[in-house]
């Protein structure tokens, strides 16, 4: 059986961090969207996203909504889907079989199955971090037969949960506290000395926990990861670094960005109230539902040492944030300035450096990822 995620109607909801990725690409826990459906069944997953990430959508057997979560019951379901039918979950799609494609007309006509058990959707950008604790946990059993390596003497560990160790581990003197979940530490990862590391945290392949870094649970850090200061519920994709001094909590960093050294977000208003973020499909600022939201951070952009940001700043693709002061609380992409000011990052320069970036960890920026990027400036002209 192939399956197909697609994007749904509701994607810009999830904008800056799907810009550069369809949504099944995004990562929650110790794997993205697409992996989970791959690892629990088995199966081939494609994608149905926006055409300039996705020129052709392939042939699928059956899809499902990219921002589900997959349950026992929600699998059960989709398996049983037939010929002609779709799923739905408070009056929105979430799967179909039959179909070529989540806009086709013919969905018009297919029987209606409802789903009526718990069910949990990435909708928002913020639904990563409010479910990475959780989503850790239940990854940790597919790491089970594959991460049975051990730890260094010198690293305490104390906890009732587990420590899953994956090859080529460096880890020496590190405090490893499993109280409240699992700990996954995958390939060639590194813990320096001193860290100190509560479940549950994904650590992913050769990311870095960087001497005294204190990072707390609900954190996932992805591929090439590099992350130092104080860390608190954050999911980072790959190839980010926070290798400072400074803090971050309840947040989301897209692909190829860098926190300055003393980089510190809030994530808390100082009247405690109930935090509001900016939001794409409305173009205002909505209110989260959340009292704890730090920066969402889309990819490829970079902030300067000393760097403050305010409670729940969205910052879009290849900003350059720099300048004493706090800055706006949305920052269109391609920006460039501070509290000072904002202009346009010219596309020139941010490809550049992406290129810069890349070639450090011995990738090349391919034409298709630039053209991605290209495509990503001329369509937020608007905002700047």
């Not at 979560?69 to 799923?87: E, F």
Request: charged share 15%.
């Amino acid at each position: 059986m192939r399956i197909c995620l697609f994007d749904g109607p509701n994607r810009t909801d999830l904008l800056p961090l799907v810009y550069t990725r369809p949504v099944a690409q995004l990562l929650i826990g110790g794997m993205t969207l697409a992996t989970r459906w791959e690892q629990l069944l088995d199966v081939s997953v494609v994608c149905e996203t926006e055409t300039y990430l996705q020129p052709k959508t392939p042939s699928f057997d059956v899809a499902v909504l990219a921002g589900c979560l997959p349950s026992p019951a929600l699998i059960d379901a989709v398996q049983q889907l037939k010929d002609g039918q779709k799923l739905l979950y408070n009056d929105s799609l979430i799967a179909f079989k039959g179909a070529t494609s989540s806009t086709a007309d013919v969905l018009d006509s297919f029987e209606e199955i409802m789903f009526f058990e718990s069910l949990t959707i990435i909708r928002y950008p913020w639904d990563l971090f409010s479910n990475n604790a959780q989503v850790i946990c239940e990854d940790a059993p597919y790491f089970n037969d594959s991460h049975t390596n051990s730890l260094h003497v010198s690293n305490q560990q104390f906890g009732q949960h587990s420590v899953l160790v994956g090859a080529n581990v460096t880890a020496y003197a590190a405090v490893i506290n499993t109280a409240d979940g699992p700990i996954i530490i995958d390939n060639d990862a590194t813990i320096m000395e001193g860290a100190l590391l509560r479940g549950p945290l994904y650590v992913g392949k050769n990311a870095v926990i960087k001497m005294g870094a204190k990072v707390y649970g609900g954190t996932s850090l992805g591929e090439h990861v590099k992350v130092g200061g104080e860390i608190n519920n954050v999911v980072f994709f790959g190839n980010s670094n926070k290798g400072h001094d400074g803090f971050l909590g309840n947040a989301v960093v897209g692909e190829w960005c860098n926190l300055g050294a003393a980089t510190d977000a809030s994530n808390l208003k100082n009247d405690y109230s109930e935090v509001r973020a900016w939001n794409y499909t409305q173009q205002k600022f909505i209110q989260t539902g959340l009292q704890f939201c730090g920066p969402i951070i889309g990819d490829h952009s970079k902030t300067a040492i000393h760097t403050a940001l305010n409670t729940a700043t969205v910052i879009g693709v290849g900003c350059n944030i720099f300048s004493s002061g706090f800055p706006r609380t949305f920052i269109p992409s391609f920006s460039r300035g501070g509290a000072q000011g904002i202009s346009e990052n010219r596309l020139a320069k941010v490809l550049e450096t992406a290129r810069i970036v890349m070639a450090r960890r011995e990738k090349e920026l391919s034409p298709s990822a630039a053209q991605v990027l290209k495509h990503v400036f001329e369509s937020t002209s608007n905002f700047r």
